[in-house]
C-alpha cells in the first residue's frame, strides 16, 4: 500500500487529502479576509503625501492672514519669532515641558515648538502680543501687574497665554483649578504666588 493512501482499516486522512484540504481553507480563509477588508481598506482616506520642499501657507495670527514660505519640518514656534517677529515665546526647553512657548490654538492654550507650521493652517493663533496694544491692555495683563507676577519675565508671555486660555474655557476657575491648570509652566525666578494670584483674579472677571 503506498504512503499516500488511505489505510481503510482504521479512523483518518491521507497525507495528500490532509493537504488538499489544508490547501483549501486557506484559499477560503483569505478569499474571507479580502472580503471583509476590501471594503474598509475602500473607506481610508487618501494619505496626504507633502513634499520636503518649501511651501508657501497662510497662518492666521493675531487676527490677520500671514503668509509665510516653510519647509513641512519647520516648527510654529520658528515661524512666529523668525518669520513674524512675534518673539514672546520663548524656545527655552527644547524638551517641550516649560510652557515658554505656550500660545493659544483655537482657544486652546499650546506648546508652539509641539506643532508644525503646516499643522496649524486653517486654524486661530493668538500669542502674548496680542494681549496689549494702545488701545487696550487684556485683564490678564493687568492682573499680572497687580500682583507682581514678574521677575525675570523670560516664561511670563507663555504664562500669560495659558492663563488667558484657561480662564477663557474655565470662567469662575478656583484656585486650585487655577493651580492645576498651569502645571506645564516653569518658572525658574519662583513668581507662582502672584502668578496663581494673577490667574485667580482673571478667572473671577471672566465669569
Same mark, same amino acid.
Request: aromatic share 4%; proline share 4%; glycine share 10%.
Given at each position: ?24 481553507? *486557506? ?8 472580503? *471583509? ?30 503668509? *509665510? ?70 485683564? *490678564? ?67
Amino acid at each position: 500500500m503506498g504512503r499516500d493512501q488511505t489505510n481503510h482499516g482504521g479512523p483518518g486522512f491521507s497525507r495528500r487529502e490532509f493537504l488538499k484540504g489544508s490547501g483549501a481553507a *486557506v484559499v477560503a480563509g483569505a478569499a474571507a479576509t479580502a472580503a *471583509v477588508d476590501g471594503p474598509l481598506e475602500a473607506q481610508q482616506p487618501a494619505t496626504k503625501i507633502i513634499s520636503a520642499g518649501p511651501h508657501t501657507i497662510t497662518l492666521h495670527v493675531n487676527g490677520e492672514d500671514q503668509q *509665510v514660505t516653510v519647509e513641512p519640518r519647520v516648527l510654529l514656534i520658528d515661524v512666529l519669532r523668525n518669520d513674524l517677529n512675534l518673539t514672546g515665546c520663548k524656545d527655552v526647553c527644547d524638551r517641550s515641558t516649560c510652557g515658554a512657548c505656550t500660545v493659544l490654538i483655537d482657544g486652546k492654550p499650546v506648546y508652539a515648538c509641539t506643532r508644525f507650521a503646516i499643522e496649524v493652517v486653517g486654524q486661530k493663533i493668538v500669542t502674548a502680543e496680542s494681549l496689549h496694544s494702545p488701545e487696550k491692555t487684556d485683564d *490678564v495683563v493687568t492682573a499680572f501687574c497687580k500682583h507682581d507676577a514678574i521677575q525675570c519675565g523670560f516664561c511670563t508671555p507663555g504664562f500669560v497665554s495659558a492663563v488667558r486660555g484657561f480662564c477663557d474655557q474655565n470662567p469662575g476657575a478656583t484656585e486650585d483649578a487655577c493651580r492645576r491648570a498651569l502645571g506645564g509652566n516653569i518658572c525658574r525666578c519662583g513668581t507662582y504666588d502672584g502668578v496663581l494670584k494673577a490667574a485667580y483674579d482673571t478667572a473671577q472677571i471672566v465669569q
